[in-house]
């Protein structure tokens, strides 16, 4: 349970359980689930169905209906409920919750995608968050760290070299993200009130909550790598966690 850094996605077994002190987060890669984005279109709710049909380009169009439609195919295998059947609510701040009164799990999940690659992050009675980003090169990356993080955070940023920082800026900006949204609390957590580690090598961990120094401990850290150029966290409330990564491409994802 001590590692901290998840880089293998492995083929999930096609009865797959998830206990109390354990995290799963499920890869998928959007862009090669094209297909099922028509074929498990009737799954999504109503609203969901009018948001997909908002987007202005079809990739992205069918990037949120994939994402959406493996959510619920995700969480209903879990529950054993038709994942048509799932009802997915919102805090006032925006982050998703399942509201059916059915389950006999209490299942928690966060979820976050960038480009072609999405994350589902779940675990069973415990606050979650999870973030993604695509690494690329940001002329802006000294602004708006000096913006957002904190002063130690930002010093050990720009003492990188140049090519080491891009990485190393989306690295703390997940982890920042990934603990805002396990808080659920939105943006009234501002950024530059905690710090994280991302120093390159140094182990993923909440360094300090100001104005909270028992918060820190409330909470495990965990670095993801879903694979080349892009750059995840996790964090999850609890201690001595058993964290595993599953690749939903390679799943039997077959409807409940």
């Not at 805090?91 to 928690?108: A, C, E, N, R, V």
């Not at 609390?185 to 028992?214: A, C, H, M």
């Amino acid at each position: 349970m001590g590692n901290k850094i998840i880089r293998q996605w492995k083929i999930p077994p096609k009865l797959l359980t998830i206990e109390t002190d354990q995290v799963h987060v499920w890869r998928i890669c959007l862009d090669l689930q094209e297909q099922n984005s028509t074929k498990y279109s009737y799954i999504l709710s109503e609203n969901e169905a009018n948001k997909a049909k908002k987007f202005y380009f079809e990739v992205d169009r069918i990037r949120y209906k994939v994402m959406r439609t493996t959510v619920r195919m995700v969480l209903g295998n879990y529950l054993g409920i038709a994942p048509g059947d799932l009802e997915i609510a919102y805090s006032q701040y925006g982050k998703p919750y399942l509201s059916t009164t059915s389950m006999k799990k209490d299942i928690h999940f966060n979820l976050s995608h960038a480009g072609d690659v999405g994350l589902i992050a779940v675990a069973i009675s415990r606050h979650i968050g999870v973030d993604l980003e695509l690494v690329r090169q940001e002329s802006s990356i000294e602004s708006i760290a000096k913006r957002f993080f904190t002063p130690e955070e930002a010093g050990h940023l720009l003492s990188l070299p140049a090519s080491l920082q891009p990485e190393a800026f989306f690295t703390c900006w997940t982890r920042k993200e990934a603990f805002v949204k396990a808080r659920g609390e939105g943006l009234s957590i501002p950024l530059d009130q905690f710090e994280v580690s991302f120093y390159p090598n140094n182990t993923p961990k909440l360094l300090y909550v100001r104005n909270d120094p028992g918060e820190s401990g409330r909470w495990s850290m965990f670095h993801l790598d879903p694979g080349m150029d892009y750059v995840g966290a996790l964090v999850v409330e609890g201690k001595d966690l058993d964290v595993m990564g599953w690749d939903w491409s390679r799943a039997s994802n077959q409807v409940v």
